[in-house]
């Protein structure tokens, strides 16, 4: 049985469902056009089956937050969720004051309507418990005129704010198409995997890269670490590397003695199963060369892993049945420095294994390259995703645990 409800457990038909999702998108800081729409993409599923099976659908969503520029209306959201859908879209400038809640009342079956940022409730991104967030006025203003609460917003699944928690103390509740999805496959990668379970990390955060590798290998859950980018970077300069004046000025911002002490504690009691870069791209006049680990310190920037080091990593990812990525091998964006990320990533592609990404430049590589359709998962997550494979109890998943236990509140 699942630890949590879902809208297979739920007749929706006639019923007002209010639906969380994560619509918080990357806007053109000019215009405050959408530039990237695929949250809202890989919501379609869930609004589409409350459209057939007959509900009112509500939409609650955030974007920005108060104070920064993108913190704007979402009438665009509503807009680019009408044309994905085919279908009108209405929409209301108020989150739950009189405007809202008439719309809510006059809403026809098969009707969806997106009520403004939800961030405009000024209370929205407090941290409290349910049932403290569940005396808000958003909440209490809102949940009288629903049967239901969906969320589907797993991206802030890392949450404990009030539209992502509140209802659930007052409503039946459960996880969306999407939620589902990501739990799913985070279940099958995290939670049971099965063996060998590989897990790569690179990009240009290594800051809290330490306490999800510990918890990995640990747990078992991991049973081999593939690192690259600035986290291998890390690791190398923790344990007596000396990379260069260039590539150690980018720890100057998360790295303090503390941190590379902690990282080479780390290493000394896994490195069977911590793997390092053994070479390097770097560019010289303009064009990719490659140096060794034993070459270092070098003057170039440590762009890209090298030949030797994305064999290794083939062949350890060739032999895997469970594969997680987050961060590219190096820089990707530049040509020059592709090969590392292309290599790998088409690797994993090919693999027979269960494969889950996540991360932004990972994604982002990932589309470039033209693999979304090649790898098993690619979570929409950024912070939930790290926390969840850091062994974090995440307060949205917790809630609709909670729900699904609690079972006091009726089924209108």
Request: charged content about 25%.
């Amino acid at each position: 049985m699942k630890a949590f409800n879902t809208l297979d457990d739920f007749n929706v038909k006639n019923k007002t469902v209010l639906l969380r999702v994560d619509y918080n998108m990357p806007l053109d800081k000019k215009t405050l056009d959408i530039t990237d729409d695929t949250r809202i993409r890989l919501t379609i599923p869930t609004i589409k089956e409350l459209i057939d099976k007959k509900a009112k659908t509500v939409i609650l969503a955030h974007q920005g937050k108060q104070g920064s520029w993108d913190f704007t209306s979402l009438n665009k959201h509503a807009d680019t969720l009408g044309k994905l859908l085919d279908k009108t879209v209405i929409f209301i400038d108020d989150v739950y004051g009189d405007k809202a809640k008439n719309a809510i009342k006059n809403l026809k079956k098969e009707e969806v309507l997106m009520l403004d940022n939800v961030r405009k409730y000024p209370g929205e991104t407090e941290k409290k418990t349910p049932e403290e967030h569940a005396k808000s006025e958003l909440v209490q203003n809102l949940y009288p005129l629903a049967s239901l609460f969906v969320n589907d917003a797993f991206a802030a699944a890392h949450r404990a704010h009030c539209s992502l928690i509140g209802f659930t103390t007052v409503l039946p509740s459960c996880a969306g198409r999407l939620m589902e999805k990501e739990l799913n496959a985070l279940e099958k990668a995290v939670n049971n995997p099965e063996k060998p379970s590989v897990f790569l990390f690179g990009g240009a955060k290594f800051s809290d890269v330490n306490v999800t590798i510990e918890h990995l290998l640990k747990s078992n859950i991991a049973d081999e670490v593939l690192l690259t980018g600035l986290t291998a970077n890390a690791f190398l300069k923790a344990i007596g590397y000396n990379l260069g004046r260039k590539n150690e000025e980018a720890f100057t911002e998360e790295g303090t003695s503390e941190l590379f002490n902690e990282l080479k504690n780390l290493y000394d009691r896994y490195k069977s199963r911590i793997h390092l870069p053994v070479d390097f791209a770097v560019e010289k006049n303009g064009e990719r060369a490659e140096v060794k680990l034993k070459d270092l310190p070098v003057n170039e920037n440590l762009f890209d892993i090298g030949e030797e080091t994305i064999q290794a990593y083939t062949e350890m990812i060739r032999k895997a049945k469970t594969i997680f990525i987050s961060g590219p091998c190096g820089v990707f964006e530049n040509p020059l420095f592709r090969k590392g990320t292309e290599n790998v990533f088409k690797a994993i592609a090919n693999s027979n294994a269960f494969t889950i990404a996540g991360g932004g430049h990972t994604v982002a590589s990932i589309e470039q390259l033209n693999l979304r359709e090649r790898l098993s998962h690619i979570s929409t997550g950024g912070g939930a995703l790290e926390k969840y494979i850091m062994g974090a109890k995440l307060p949205v998943i917790e809630a609709l645990k909670n729900a699904k236990n609690r079972a006091v509140v009726a089924y209108k």
